[in-house]
């Protein structure tokens, strides 16, 4: 079939690129002129394992680029929409870009004879797809639903493994109001080897932040018990490997640690929790589950300071800085807030980070940045592990260039530290 997708971010790149693979023809939109220009040079504009190769293979093919609507719904008969839903300054979702995108799909629309199927993946709370994004392209289209289809299409894929996920989905939901605009946006999916869940918009939406928020609840049910499991001496990931053994509970996510970051967990699980405001519920666990993420990172610091008391002009090492390994992403890192922290505390931050420094420098431009581990510990009176890269895995050699070697690990990921090695973890 001939699609267009609406945001070449993570999802949107990837998706493309994807449905171009699966033997569709995908024409992609977006307002940024060099994101644009990447995908029709066959360069993705993200990190994603995977992406380089598909983009080389159907650029100016089965796959191009432009900022123009109406070139894009002309040409396809299926478009997704996949900008992005930041939060707002209360932690609501900011749905005002998929407001922009559908008002201009409207308008487009307006033009097109022809069955036109309009698909949410951006992720949306409960109600958007009908309430917010449907009336919108009606008043801009002039046209009622049925003349054109709306559905609801979330992504779970991973950052670091997204195409990966896209091609090896263990769910693909589809919600529709009508059968016919749902068995169209399912059968863009054959091929695949995965059951497509068939259901309405709003609980297509909702089980997407179902999903995320239990993930997340489990990472701050573990920190939790990791935490206790410090005070009281216990190795929490000799419990939680346990436990995980229980099949109704499972080994993932059970990792203590820094906590959880990214484009996606936190922002769905605040957006959930206004959503849960907004129709008068209080959800005590969820607010629980990002209280808890929150204090992570201070209690990294916490530690550091117990050891080194003051911080002032200390030479504190931090390494990874993308919320997660295998992508150069720091949207909501938990090393924000750590540098934050030191920089607060008066410490000069020494990073390093194999694929996000350059992102980071955005944020904070007047530390210290690296191209390799040791480089970043030399002379620094502490290190602080925030992303599990698994490079770091087999650090030891590289501490010995440190001042002090202090190192505290927030991911659980050293495997030898070393023997002369003061080493500190985070909940255990
Ligand atoms: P992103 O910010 O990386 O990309 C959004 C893209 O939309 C950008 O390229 C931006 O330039 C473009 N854009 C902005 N306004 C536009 C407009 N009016 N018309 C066309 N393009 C426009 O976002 P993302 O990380 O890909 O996330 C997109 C959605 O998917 C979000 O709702 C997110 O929650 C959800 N999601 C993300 C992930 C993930 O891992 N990143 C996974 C699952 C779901």
């Known amino acids: 079939m001939k699609i267009s997708v609406i945001g070449t971010g993570y999802v949107g790149t990837v998706s493309a690129a994807c449905f171009a ?50 070139l894009a719904i002309m040409n396809s008969e299926v478009s997704f929409i996949c900008v992005g839903t930041p939060s707002d300054s209360e932690g609501n979702i900011d749905v005002g870009i998929v407001k922009a995108a559908s008002s201009s799909l409207g308008d487009s629309l307006r033009k097109k004879k022809g069955y036109h199927v309009i698909v949410v993946k951006s992720t949306v709370v409960p109600e958007t797809t009908e309430k917010i994004v449907l009336p919108i392209i009606e008043k801009h289209s002039g ?15 991973r950052e670091g493994r997204a195409v990966h996920d ?36 709003r ?9 995320n928020a239990f993930l997340a609840t489990k990472i701050s049910f573990a920190n939790e018990v990791g935490n206790i499991c410090k005070e009281l001496g216990i190795d ?6 346990a436990v ?17 970051g990214g484009s996606c967990f936190p922002k769905d699980v605040k957006a959930l929790i206004g959503k849960a405001k907004e129709i008068g519920y209080e959800p ?66 020494s990073a390093y980070d194999p694929m996000a420094n350059e992102n980071m420098k955005k944020l904070y431009s007047g ?15 502490a290190c602080l592990i925030m992303t599990e890269w698994d490079e770091f895995r087999s650090l030891n050699k590289e501490f010995d260039v440190m001042e002090n070697r202090l190192v505290i690990d927030g991911r659980h990921i050293l495997v030898k530290p070393g023997k002369d090695i003061e080493y500190v973890g985070l909940c255990w």
Do not use: W
């Open 21 to 70: 693979e699966l033997g569709h023809e995908v024409i992609c939109v977006d307002v940024d002129r060099s994101k644009i220009d990447m995908i029709n040079s066959g360069i993705p504009p993200i990190h994603e394992e995977g992406l380089p190769e598909l983009l080389k293979k159907h650029a100016g093919k089965k796959l191009s680029a432009t900022s123009d609507y109406g």
């Open 166 to 201: 896209f091609m090896h989905p263990d769910k693909i939901v589809v919600g529709s109001l009508d059968k016919k605009s749902g068995d169209i946006v399912a059968s863009l999916y054959n091929g695949l080897k995965c059951e497509v869940t068939r259901t309405n918009p």
């Open 143 to 157: 046209k009622h639903q049925g003349e054109f289809g709306i559905a609801m299409n979330p992504e779970f894929l």
């Open 236 to 241: 929490t990931y000799e419990v939680m490997s």
């Open 367 to 381: 530390i210290g940045y690296y191209s390799s581990a040791a480089d970043a510990l030399r002379g620094a009176e």
């Open 244 to 260: 995980g053994k229980d099949f109704r509970i499972g080994p993932h996510f059970l990792n203590s640690g820094a906590g959880f």
């Open 203 to 211: 609980t297509a939406e909702m089980i997407k932040y179902v999903n």
């Open 284 to 349: 005590q666990l969820l607010k629980s589950v990002i209280a808890i993420n929150e204090g992570q990172p201070a209690r990294m610091v916490l530690l550091l300071k117990n050891k080194l008391g003051s911080l002032e002009g200390k030479n504190i090492a931090v390494l990874g800085l993308a919320f997660k390994n295998d992508t150069d992403d720091i949207r909501e890192s938990r090393s924000i807030p750590v540098i934050k922290e030191l920089l607060d505390e008066g410490a000069r931050v």
